[in-house]
T-cell receptor, first 112, second 116 residues
Framework: GENVEQHPSTLSVQEGDSAVIKCTYS??????FPWYKQELGKRPQLIIDIRSNVGEKKDQRIAVTLNKTAKHFSLHITETQPEDSAVYFC???????????FGKGTTLSVSS | NAGVTQTPKFRVLKTGQSMTLLCAQD?????MYWYRQDPGMGLRLIHY???????AKGEVPDGYNVSRLKKQNFLLGLESAAPSQTSVYFC???????????????FGEGSRLTVL
């Protein structure tokens, strides 16, 4: 089945710096790669996603890149702000395309 | 429009007791999921359903059972709770994008279960 590895597990940056979180997946047939943000005590929420027919997608300060050959994708946050502090999860579809398999998460701390 | 609602939100059980978590969604989504979240382990898929009357196993199905008798409801049962099942449980639902592919997951608020 699909396996998703996520690194790093924790990331601390200064306000204004950039943050990068990387994920690898195992199933080459997977074609959908979302990122979820979970603030403390809250539910996970989708922040950006990418499908396998594009290599990069941007939404204001966040961007996701996908390398299908290497089977990895990354989340980039520029000009980080304290409100970006949260746990971020990457995910990929299972073999049947019917469920998301998540990475173990990255705790991002942005200090002002 | 409540979205995804989970009940109960908190529960303490003794080892060996049984309980059921209820998930209800009002978005007419085809797909529903149960995940558990443990520190350092991320979100792990327990069971899921791609439609009324169907269920499938996820990554960590042992010790749990599920039922999807109505499209809007997805029940997660623990027949004989164990301390290893202490966790935060999240239900989620999504629409089908066609060809069996799921779209964005909409999560409930979570249910914190403690097994003593």
């Amino acid at each position: 089945g699909e396996n998703v590895e996520q690194h790093p597990s924790t990331l601390s940056v200064q306000e204004g710096d950039s943050a990068v979180i990387k994920c690898t997946y195992s199933d080459s047939a997977s074609n959908y790669f979302p990122w979820y943000k979970q603030e403390l005590g809250k539910r996970p929420q989708l922040i950006i996603d990418i499908r396998s027919n594009v290599g990069e997608k941007k939404d204001q300060r966040i961007a996701v890149t996908l390398n299908k050959t290497a089977k990895h994708f990354s989340l980039h946050i520029t000009e980080t702000q304290p409100e970006d502090s949260a746990v971020y999860f990457c995910a990929a579809l299972n073999q049947a395309g019917t469920a998301l398999i998540f990475g173990k998460g990255t705790t991002l701390s942005v200090s002002s | 429009n409540a979205g995804v609602t989970q009940t109960p939100k908190f529960r303490v059980l003794k080892t060996g007791q049984s309980m059921t978590l209820l998930c209800a969604q009002d978005m007419n989504h085809e797909y529903m999921y149960w995940y558990r979240q443990d520190p350092g382990m991320g979100l792990r898929l327990i069971h899921y359903s791609v439609g009324e009357g169907t269920t499938a196993k996820g990554e960590v199905p042992d010790g749990y059972n599920v039922s999807r008798l109505k499209k809007q409801n997805f029940l997660l049962g623990l027949e004989s709770a164990a301390p290893s099942q202490t966790s935060v449980y999240f239900c989620a639902s999504s629409y089908s994008r066609g060809s069996g592919n799921t779209g964005e997951l909409f999560f409930g608020e979570g249910s914190r279960l403690t097994v003593l």
